[in-house]
């Protein structure tokens, strides 16, 4: 018994598969892991790391929240951003967290102080998986 997940932003379909053999993503209740036959569930999303687990080989996403929903080995997840850890270029992420923290501090650019705060937070989060992903392939 596999998983079918479907990963949906509002920009498009992020990733789609029906062989998935688990799945751990950021919870509002905390990290979870989601198996075949888990009970039917939904929740919020907290901004973190996603991993998707297929045959031995790990997925991993980055993403800023949104909601889960699960039944009957179907995984349906709308995040607000999800972007797949192989789709990061730590250099653009490195560059985005310092756009976001002069604008922060400036408060005179286009993005408020909310929305640079927004970018910073999702730009830390790109770094630190790419970061993450790059020590596993030194491993």
Do not use: W
Not at 79 to 99: C, F, N, Q, T
Not at 101 to 122: F, P, Q, W, Y
């Amino acid at each position: 018994m596999k998983l079918q997940v479907e990963i949906v932003t509002p920009e498009k379909t992020i990733y789609k598969d029906e062989e998935i053999d688990s799945v751990i993503i950021p919870a509002s209740e905390g990290e979870i892991t989601i198996l075949p036959g888990h009970i039917p569930l939904f929740t919020k999303i907290n901004p973190g790391e996603m991993r998707l687990f297929k045959s031995g080989q790990e997925i991993s996403l980055a993403i800023t929240g949104g909601f889960l929903e699960y039944s009957h080995n179907k995984l349906s997840i709308l995040a607000d951003y999800a972007i797949r850890s192989e789709g990061i270029v730590e250099e653009k992420a490195k560059e985005a967290v310092e756009k976001a923290k002069k604008a922060m501090s400036e408060k005179k650019e286009i993005l408020t102080g909310v929305e640079a705060e927004a970018a910073l937070r999702r730009a830390l989060l790109e770094l630190k998986i790419a970061q993450r992903k790059k020590k596993i392939l030194k491993s």
